[in-house]
């Protein structure tokens, strides 16, 4: 019987992201079979894989806006061989970065005291809720990036072009028809 091949493990995040970039990577449709014969989910929100396992490719979407975001990007540091910031949140902060322009106090006030329709208003405090960062930063100020995938969202054709190189053990590179920032 042949020997089964070694699945090339791959674990996601979404940090502070909208899921759209996986959503991206989904699009890659039909194109998706193939690619789940060479590659296998670790931790992500496609699976149920509560922590990292040591991986070959960690895929990080959105930057980071609150405690728990830097620990689960240092989780996914401490284990993925190799990390890719996907898409404009990761690489910059993305839109979440505009509130850059304001102090963190005023955006609570904003949502939990003064905005429209807010009833009993109090900004949360339980100590389950992790602490917003006063800025949102993008995740290489807090941890090395390998790779940098960009787009808002980057597009399926990405995703495919960037993982196909690396499964054939090249350097990741993306045609320039392929780089948006969009
Ligand atoms: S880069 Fe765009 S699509 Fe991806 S998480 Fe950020 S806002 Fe969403």
Do not use: W
């Amino acid at each position: 019987m042949s020997e089964a091949i070694k699945k090339v493990r791959v674990a996601t995040v979404s940090l502070a992201g909208c899921f759209g970039c996986h959503m991206s990577f989904l699009d890659m449709d039909e194109r998706l079979v193939p690619l789940m014969e060479r590659i296998e989910f670790n931790r992500s929100p496609l699976t149920d894989i509560k922590h990292c396992d040591p991986c070959d490719i960690g895929l990080i979407e959105g930057g980071l806006c609150n405690s728990e975001n830097v620990e689960v990007l240092r989780e996914f540091r401490d284990n993925c061989r190799i990390l890719i910031a996907v898409g404009a949140c990761a690489i910059n902060g993305g839109i979440p970065a505009m509130r850059n322009q304001f102090e963190l106090r005023d955006c609570l006030a904003e949502s939990y005291l003064d905005g429209i329709g807010v009833e009993n208003p109090q900004i949360p405090n339980d100590v389950e809720l992790p602490l917003m960062l006063d800025k949102v930063h993008p995740v290489h100020e807090a941890v090395k990036i390998d790779y940098f995938l960009p787009g808002c969202p980057p597009s399926a054709d990405e995703f495919l072009k960037i993982i196909g190189d690396l499964l054939e053990g090249k350097q990741p590179s993306l045609p320039q028809n392929l780089v948006h920032y969009d």
